[in-house]
């Protein structure tokens, strides 16, 4: 932009479809003795982006009346994948159309100029460019400016908080001294000054067996000052052993010497976690060649002495080999995809991280990067519970819960997650559904996934501006659910595999939706479960797909007539409750305790379980949220200790865990828990926990 202001002869594009209007325009830039106005003209929208994307523009004057599209139409086109303009715009507009100017002006134009019947208000364009040209060189100082600053250490300390990785400065002249580190240690159940005071504070605390890694890894940096990388176990307070990716780079200040060393410790237990189920993939699949290949050996030498069945085994044999092949080649190609996967949500967490630590953030910026952290690590989340689906569904280790479920509702709910992606993608999802009940016997939870996920995938293999159907009918004793689509279709070779493990549809480079190949399998087998089957139908590329879903429906002699999906036993009163909250994790404490204190109820807190007992006894709490881990007894010691004491006998007291609750619920039920919920807890579920004790105690 500098560039544009110091020279002499600008680069326009006017985009209008009145001949007259566009002689107007260049007569007034004309006028203007100190630029040369080089102007490109377009009589059509598209005309004009075609030549806003092919020519080095300084400017654009806008038309807001086009015969293709109208001036904001124009804009949303030109802006880019963030929404913003690559250069300014000035829009123009006739008298009586205005109003049209603030709409431009909210999608990122700079300024507008009303065209009056006598043109004279046009002798002001080139006076509305050149400051339009001055404000777009404002911001991008500004936006430079802001680029070179850099946080001073409260900040710094504060949005480092904010994150969930842990992260540390490190001395240089002395290896394994740590200069700082982060709160976040907490998690391990060590307080952040143990690890300060001790100069071999990490090294003491890393698994026996990863010791030599990280002291291999950490000479190499501290002797040719070389980024570090390395993964390795950290050993909590409690023994239990977690995986974590340490990344660190030496700092150096402005002229070239070395101040620190600046690290993240990124817990990646569960990531590990997901390496042994494919491990345990990988050995199925060689377990399986190494069979195959004994039966085929064996078949070879009864084919040395039956020549006559010869051409048939050989045949059966290279098919055999193909298959292996073929399972081999989508095994890689599923690695290499969770790779892709795991590096989209982990590529914007590592930027908003390393901005984070180099730059300030004001208030919006602050929010926009915990939205980014929230959003792709639940990302990653979705991705490793899909695996594990997958992976129980194959042990047989899933049970459904079946109750009464009334189906037009929870298709309704389906849909409902869906909606943000086809509305982005400005496509079509309709919905025809029957006015009358119909009831099935299922898995609400698991039937919504089934649906979700196909809505999902015909969103994400339909283009923008298509159409999704989805369509209910009732064959005898059984209902049909039609998932339809006019997107990209499945190519014949593919449809008889669409179910399997690990198979999706080709996408490019540009298809930012992609996924794993799990969620097709997913739905198969969620549908069988409930006894039910699903059929695809495709004409092949480009002629979208359809999806059905063939279920087992109660006949209505059976239906009662509450409502099938649960909206709620009871609703909220104003009776405040006493709630303790025990975890060792602050961020869960604060939070739930600000959710709890909007609710109107009165809430303490603890971080240990001594100090939870101690004070269970002198708040006499109404309800206690306890976490299972703390560091220094476990949950269900607590939960006996509480049931002991006659003040807190009958407290109501509901497990918080990240464990899982069918392997721990009836070690919970022996410790006298009520309830038990996984994290993060539903809070919708949470509320109503909280409204039934709401009318218990109402009622007492």
Not at 351 to 359: F, H, I, K, T, W
């Amino acid at each position: 932009m500098n560039a544009v202001l110091n020279k002499t002869t600008i680069r326009l594009l006017l985009v209008d479809d009145d001949q007259i209007d566009r002689l107007a325009c260049k007569r007034a830039l004309a006028q203007f003795p100190d630029c040369d106005f080089v102007v490109f003209e377009a009589e059509t929208g598209a005309q004009g982006l075609k030549l806003a994307r092919a020519q080095q523009l300084d400017c654009i004057l806008l038309d807001y009346h086009l015969p293709d599209l109208n001036g904001v139409e124009f804009l949303a086109e030109l802006a880019d994948e963030t929404g913003e303009l690559p250069m300014p715009v000035v829009m123009l507009t006739g008298s009586d159309n205005a109003l049209v100017a603030v709409d431009a002006l909210k999608l990122g134009a700079r300024d507008y100029v009303i065209k009056g019947s006598d043109r004279e208000s046009l002798q002001w364009l080139p006076a509305v460019v050149l400051r339009a040209l001055r404000e777009q060189q404002a911001i991008q100082d500004k936006v430079l400016a802001v680029e070179q600053l850099r946080e001073a250490e409260a900040k710094y300390r504060t949005l480092v908080e904010q994150i969930p990785a842990i992260t540390y400065i490190a001395s240089l002249e002395r290896p394994g001294k740590l200069l700082y580190l982060s709160p976040q240690i907490h998690q391990l159940g060590f307080p952040p000054e143990d690890w300060l005071a001790d100069p071999q504070g990490l090294l003491k605390r890393v698994h026996t067996g990863d010791r030599q890694i990280l002291i291999e890894a950490y000479a190499q940096t501290y002797e040719h000052h070389a980024p570090l990388r390395c993964e390795y176990r950290l050993v909590k307070s409690d023994g239990q052993a977690r995986w974590f990716l340490d990344e660190a780079n030496v700092v150096r200040d402005e002229a070239g010497g070395t101040l620190f060393l600046q690290g993240v410790l990124v817990d990646i237990t569960k990531d590990k976690e997901t390496e042994q189920e494919l491990f345990y993939y990988r050995q199925r699949l060689e377990d399986l060649v190494a069979q195959r290949t004994e039966q085929l050996e064996k078949q070879n030498a009864i084919l040395n002495s039956a020549n006559a069945n010869l051409d048939k085994a050989l045949c059966e044999r290279k098919q055999a080999e193909q298959a292996l092949k073929d399972a081999d080649q989508r095994k890689n190609e599923f690695l290499a995809m969770l790779g892709h996967e795991l590096r989209n949500p982990l590529t914007p967490i590592s930027n908003v991280a390393q901005l984070m630590c180099s730059q300030s953030f004001d208030e919006p910026a602050l929010t926009w990067a915990c939205e980014v952290l929230n959003r792709n690590v639940s990302h990653i989340s979705q991705l490793v519970d899909d695996m594990l689906d997958v992976s129980r569904i194959t042990r047989g280790l899933v049970n459904i819960q079946r109750e009464r479920v009334e189906l037009v509702e929870l298709l309704k709910h389906s849909a409902e997650p869906v909606q943000t992606l086809t509305q982005t993608k400005h496509q079509t999802l309709n919905l025809e559904l029957p006015t009358q009940p119909i009831y099935l016997e299922g898995d609400p939870v698991r039937l919504t996934q089934v649906f979700t996920n196909l809505l999902n995938n015909a969103a994400k293999y339909t283009g923008a501006g298509g159409r999704i159907d989805l369509s209910v009918s009732v064959d005898g004793l059984s209902v049909i659910v039609r998932v339809q689509d006019n997107g990209m279709g499945i190519k014949p070779q593919l449809l008889p595999h669409i179910f399997d493990l690990f198979i999706q549809g080709e996408r490019g480079l540009d298809r930012s939706e992609g996924g794993m190949g799990l969620g097709l399998t997913l739905v198969k087998k969620m549908v069988e479960l409930h006894d039910g089957q699903i059929t695809v139908y495709s004409l092949g590329a480009n002629h979208g797909s359809e999806f059905v879903v063939q279920l087992p429906r109660l006949v209505e002699a059976t239906v009662q007539t509450e409502p099938l999906i649960s909206q709620g036993l009871y609703k909220e009163t104003d009776i405040g409750l006493r709630v303790l909250l025990i975890d060792d994790n602050p961020d869960v404490v604060d939070s739930l305790a600000l959710w709890f204190e909007a609710l109107g109820h009165q809430v303490e807190t603890a971080h240990h379980g001594i100090q939870g007992i101690s004070a269970a006894q002198s708040f006499e709490p109404d309800i206690v949220l306890l976490d299972i881990g703390l560091p220094d007894m476990d949950g269900y010691q607590v939960a006996r200790k509480l049931r002991e004491h006659p003040s807190t006998q009958r407290v109501r007291i509901i497990a918080l865990s990240g464990y899982d609750q069918k392997k721990n619920s009836l070690s919970a039920e022996s410790a006298g828990f009520d309830h038990y919920l996984m994290k993060p807890p539903n809070l919708n579920q949470l509320q109503e926990l909280i409204a039934e004790y709401q009318h218990i105690k109402q009622s007492t």
